[in-house]
């Protein structure tokens, strides 16, 4: 423990930059990031289009300059598009939606860690746009923020798909927050503290936490699903059932923004991913980028260290939309409820006691038999998710038993409405 | 259940997500890195025709430029959409020749009777199929137009050659 602090005293910055240095840097920074988060947002959406046509044997997009200019052209055809606006939509909420939607994926950027800070002469610059001390219950805070974006477009469209879309999203967004929230108070409990370099840092010098905790990454992972609406949890959009769901009534560059929006939250959610269970920054196997001095060099590698986590989990989240089908409501409902928060509130509850009895053996925080005892927690309860729980009632298919007691609820919550089959009287 | 479902307890192979989840991810994956891509690029490559296509007509023209057609009026007879308007003619030595020679291809129903009775092989069904237009007037082709095709021609069933070997 005391070796570890140590070590974190060194990486804290010594010679705070001046204010007029700090404000040019976060304005380079700030113009920096939007520019390359847009343009990879951008590319993204070529790149989805290609994957998707490599898994199913297509070629993919190759007209628009062998494919690379598509983004562009979808640009400016969004551009030119006509403007549609339904004859009974409330405008004003009409036209804020997506901007609500938009907004809150570019803000939760502001607290990720990118890079490790960077000495250069005139003080270290971190390598974050808002070093805050809250960075982890700012990120909550927002998340929650996005579905505003999504439930306003589907109820001032005045639709009755964008109104279903728009009420399956907020029951989704508001069930798997909880499970999203619950899973990272085990980080939080490693860390012991909020800000995201700290848990950075905690990861470099101890175990990333993907190793101490599996169980969490497994419950984020799919709540960060189930968040970003995107397949197997695209029900607020389910094109078969409600046509493109909140954003049926949006044409052109209003589309586009929610297009743009959902990209953003992946590229968003994969980050956290990345920084929260993945070490952020940090390069694998060595300590020499955690350490002074922060050269530009170190920046940079641990820049390209962090883009190639990020990416890998966005590609993760292509790759589970072209193999996944859509989950049912009631499945999807269930897994959120029954399964996801129920195990992340044991899983704090095994956590917790798992590194109260090994401080007490007297364990070091980052020392070998510390994290090997986490491990076994995880190995374990993988284990009994994966062969014990997962039989089918994990999400129930079609086919699966409905249990006798539920379904003597269901007979009892339907029986009085049920029309009766013939008329009661002669009339 | 009182449906009287016959529920079957299956083995966990069969019922676990997470392993139909991973195998189809493998599928996926393995798809995506060796793709077995069976798109033809349209405007660029093209799949080959049968030899036997009956698709918009030609005129076969003789050596000095003129149609072979001598208006002997069978093709439009023997048309069962009735889409071959002719009205021959004759010049001074005798010899007969389309005045009009008309087919409208909307109304063509590519049957290839024409070609099949045609006594002089002009007129012929092509092994061509890129026949938009912007009008329906468009689809009319005159003698002239029929005549300048270049596509080639179909070649029509043979009883000594059934399969077309």
């Known amino acids: 423990m005391n070796h570890a602090l140590a070590l974190l005293q060194i990486v804290t910055p010594t010679s705070e930059p001046s204010f007029l240095v700090w404000i040019i840097f976060t304005a380079v920074k700030l113009l920096a990031v939007f520019t390359v988060y847009m343009l990879g947002v951008a590319l993204l959406t070529l790149a989805e289009r290609k994957i998707s046509a490599w898994m199913q044997d297509r070629h993919g997009p190759n007209r628009v300059g062998k494919g690379w200019l598509q983004p562009v052209a979808d640009g400016v055809k969004n551009f030119v598009k006509e403007e549609t606006y339904p004859a009974a939509a409330n405008l004003p909420l009409f036209i804020l939606a997506p901007v609500l939607s938009f907004i809150p994926a570019l803000i939760t950027w502001a607290v990720i860690p990118f890079a490790s800070p960077w000495g250069s002469r005139w003080g270290v610059i971190e390598m974050v746009l808002a070093p805050m001390p809250v960075g982890f219950l700012f990120i909550l805070a927002i998340s929650s923020v996005g579905v505003y974006g999504i439930v306003i477009a589907g109820w001032s469209s005045n639709n009755k798909y964008a109104l279903l879309g728009g009420l399956r999203s907020s029951a ?101 991913m990345a920084t929260l269970f993945f070490g952020g920054w940090d390069i694998p196997f060595t300590l020499w980028d955690n350490l002074a001095p922060h050269t530009g060099l170190k920046t940079l590698l641990t820049l390209g260290s962090f883009a190639t986590k990020t ?71 993988v284990v009994i998710l994966f062969n014990i729980i997962d039989r089918g009632r994990l999400i129930s298919p079609a086919y699966s038993r409905l249990n006798r007691r539920d379904l003597e609820k269901l007979r009892a919550v339907s029986a009085p409405h049920r029309a009766p089959l013939l008329p009661e009287s002669g009339d | 259940m009182s449906i009287g479902v016959k529920v079957v307890e299956r083995p ?38 049968s030899k036997r296509w009956r698709g918009t007509h030609r005129m076969l023209t003789t050596e000095d430029g003129k149609a072979k057609c001598v208006g002997c009026g069978l093709c439009p007879s023997v048309c069962p959409a009735n889409c071959i308007k002719l009205v021959p003619g004759e010049d001074e030595q005798g010899n007969r020749y389309p005045l009009v020679f008309e087919i409208d291809e909307f109304r063509c129903i590519f049957c290839g009777y024409c070609q099949e009775v045609c006594p002089e092989e002009a007129i012929h069904v092509g092994r061509h199929y890129e026949n938009a237009e912007y009008s329906r007037e468009g689809f009319v082709y005159d003698l002239e137009r029929l005549m300048a095709q270049t596509h080639p021609v179909c070649e029509m069933w043979d009883p000594a050659d059934p399969k077309g070997e």
């Open chain 1, 172 to 272: 989704q967004m508001i069930s798997y927050e909880i499970a999203m929230g619950m899973s990272t108070i085990p980080v939080l409990l490693l860390a012991g503290n909020v800000s995201m370099s700290k848990i950075i840092n905690q990861q470099a010098f101890e175990t990333w936490n993907v190793l101490n905790l599996t169980v969490a990454f497994i419950i984020f992972m799919i709540a960060a699903f189930a968040e970003t609406n995107r397949l197997p949890f695209d029900l607020p959009e389910a094109e078969s059932e409600l046509i493109t769901g909140y954003h049926t009534e949006y044409s052109a560059m209003k589309f586009s923004m929610f297009f743009i929006a959902e990209y953003a939250n992946m590229v968003t959610a994969s980050a956290l």
């Open chain 1, 311 to 381: 990416l890998f989990f966005v590609f993760f989240f292509m790759w589970i939309r072209w193999t996944l089908p859509r989950f049912r409501y009631d499945q999807l409902m269930s897994l959120g409820w029954k399964l996801l928060l129920p195990l992340s509130l044991g899983y704090i509850v095994a956590v917790a006691s798992v590194v109260v009895m090994l401080d007490a053996m007297g364990f070091e925080r980052g020392s070998f038999p510390f994290h090997l005892g986490l491990v076994l927690l995880n190995v374990a309860a």
């Open chain 2, 12 to 49: 966990i192979e069969q019922v676990s997500y997470v392993r139909a989840t991973l195998k189809g991810l493998t599928h996926t994956l393995k798809h995506m890195l060796n793709p077995e891509k069976v798109t033809t690029q349209y405007p660029e490559e093209k799949e080959s025709i």
